[in-house]
């Protein structure tokens, strides 16, 4: 890895650090109910929609309000699309979304998946981003949120009925720490260079003039093909672009730090209306790990002991260095068919990459996307080299807990450390206990559950799609890139993260309907045992430290975490990643 490589990895990492005692207190604070401007804001909410603000709810109500939320959420996006060309805000008048791309969208952005079968800038309103696509990102980040905070009390309290109240979490998260941050972020945007405006699109004269070919069109207005059944096409020429406008900055701000990804344009992070500094691209890497690294103090703190927060974010850490400096390291290596071919090898691979921002800020921003169950991304994941392009795979596959999104990989990662304290207690012959609580057989139950429903949806997943007809008509490259094109997609889907190799053609009915059920069972096939989890935990006495209790924040507990979520959480992907990547690699290297 280059020297550039390490410095990048080094301030980005430095200043991250800095950020997570101050933010992880300020979220602490708020959903501590310590910072509420004296209900001024709340409480005519909470009169507005009839919620007893004043009253908790157990693990059960909890997980129904955040289901009831959601779905309508849900029904509210897919209506916008199907809607859009009779509703306001549609210069460029788009006709209504089709219903299985409008179903797939709709469950992807209500479950912080934003995954995107359609070009965004050709396909839906500034209504369609603004209301329904924008606020979305803010409840279903929220929804993360809340969730780890309802787990964070199960563990802190004791002898407890109730977790919390849903309804109250997610208005405090979203008035106190989500929308005053990307407020502030989208000046920031729009100060460098990202367009916020309800302008029609502009068509400005080029310096060049554009040659293309045209398909050429019947009498029917049809077009016209030969006798092989290609398309006719004729010579034409233009000297106009057509400039997208609309307004980007307020969404962009809350899709990086709600670990969101869906881009208002096709290109996401990699246009230039969307990320077009360097300064720009990097605060958008930093804004996606953000609130994951500051909800780690955030948990030592709410539980009594910030050293377990710490401990949560030092496994997090250590795996993500390793990884990240794997995907840079593979993506500086030359294409040895291309160096054959005369191509300077000293270029690294640079295939789908910005020249604005090279080789080392595509690769860590890669990393971080995937690691944080963002999505967004600044170059082609199809274009990296076999092993750059499993890195990604690899770090959603391990369950998106590398830091994973805003609330799902605290709550992830503190499933594995459950895990983890049980295989210790095996080993020792010795109830396993967890700050004081005793792992005992229905939350182990809730652990399998939430650590066994993704890899179950993205393995079935991926098997139906390569042995159908309809899952292999969308593979733009046979062979083994053509399989991890799927692979990659499923496990984008059920995994909420939304990125995509994008080699994949998956805007037909039975990709959009197949991961539109992935990401709804991949979010909330989790939440659910999670927070049963969080009412069980409640329950419960807590016990005092003994002689043979295992301390769960120092680098033994780090080490032994680190193994459970490798061990546990990738194992189950290892023969498909042997199909996929691996063989990609091995004939990459074979034919030079």
């Not at 096409?233 to 900055?249: F, K, Y």
């Not at 594995?416 to 049980?422: K, N």
């Not at 429903?453 to 969308?474: D, H, K, Q, S, Y």
């Amino acid at each position: 890895m280059s020297t550039h490589a390490w410095i990048l990895l080094g301030l980005f990492l430095s200043v991250l650090l800095l950020t997570v005692k101050p933010l992880g207190s300020y979220i602490a604070y708020v959903m501590e109910g310590h910072f509420s401007l004296g209900g001024k804001i709340e409480r005519p909410l909470y009169r507005l929609c009839g919620v007893r603000h004043d009253e908790e709810m157990g693990w059960l109500d909890y997980a129904y309000a955040i289901l009831l939320f959601n779905v309508l959420g849900v029904l509210a996006v897919y209506a916008l699309q199907r809607l859009q060309v009779w509703l306001p805000l549609n210069p460029q008048a788009f006709t209504n979304v089709s219903p299985d791309s409008a179903f797939n969208t709709a469950l992807s952005f209500a479950t912080n998946t934003n995954w995107q079968g359609y070009s965004g800038e050709s396909t839906m309103s500034y209504l369609t981003q603004m209301l329904g696509l924008a606020v979305q990102n803010f409840f279903s980040a929220a929804t993360g949120i809340v969730v780890v905070i309802a787990l964070i009390r199960g563990f802190a309290r004791h002898s407890a009925k109730t977790v919390g109240n849903a309804w109250v979490d997610l208005t405090r998260i979203t008035l106190y720490v989500l929308l005053p941050i990307s407020i502030i972020y989208a000046v920031f945007l729009t100060g460098q260079g990202v367009i916020q405006n309800f302008d029609a699109y502009k068509d400005v004269t080029t310096l060049e003039v554009k040659k293309y070919d045209n398909p050429k069109n019947g009498p029917d207005g049809q077009p016209l093909k030969d006798e092989k059944g290609n398309a006719v096409t004729e010579s034409a020429e233009t000297q106009t672009q057509t400039l997208p406008m609309g307004p980007v900055a307020s969404q962009e701000a809350i899709k990086m730090l709600g670990t969101n990804g869906g881009g208002f344009f096709n290109a996401n992070s990699a246009h230039p209306y969307e990320n077009p500094t360097p300064l720009s691209n990097f605060i958008q890497m930093l804004s996606i790990f953000l609130i994951p690294a500051a909800l780690c103090f955030t948990f030592g703190r709410m539980v009594g002991d910030t050293r377990q927060g710490w401990a949560v974010l030092a496994a997090m850490t250590l795996m993500f260095v390793v990884l990240a400096a794997a995907a840079m390291h593979f993506e500086q290596q030359a294409n040895p068919l291309l160096t054959q071919l005369g191509v300077d090898p000293s270029a690294g691979n640079m295939e789908g990459k910005e020249t604005r921002f090279g080789i080392a800020e595509s690769g860590l921003f890669a990393a971080i996307t995937t690691a944080a169950s963002c999505g967004a991304v600044n170059a082609m994941h199809d274009s990296f080299t076999p092993l750059g392009g499993m890195i990604p795979l690899v770090l959603m596959q391990l369950g998106e807990v590398v830091f994973g999104g805003t609330g799902t990989g605290l709550y992830g990662m503190l499933v594995f450390a459950i895990m983890a304290v049980f295989i210790s207690g095996l080993m020792i012959g010795r109830t396993p206990e967890y700050l004081g609580k005793k792992i005992e057989t229905y939350e182990m139950k809730m652990t399998s559950i939430a650590i066994l429903v993704t890899p179950l949806l993205v393995l079935l997943g991926t098997a139906i799609a390569v042995m159908t007809e309809a899952g292999r008509a969308g593979i733009l490259n046979p062979g083994p890139h053509g399989f991890s094109e799927i692979l990659y997609a499923f496990t984008s889907a059920a995994n909420n993260n939304g990125s995509a190799f994008a080699g994949l053609s998956a805007n037909t009915p039975f990709y959009n309907i197949m991961l539109g059920i992935a990401v709804w069972f991949g979010r909330f096939g989790v939440i659910v045992p999670v927070l049963a989890m969080a009412g069980s935990l409640a329950a419960k006495k807590r016990i005092a430290v003994g002689a043979g209790t295992l301390p769960t924040h120092g680098p033994l507990f780090v080490t032994l975490l680190i193994g459970v979520v490798l061990l546990v959480g990738l194992l189950n992907y290892v023969p498909a990643l042997a199909l996929g990547p691996v063989i990609e690699h091995l004939l990459l290297f074979a034919a030079h």
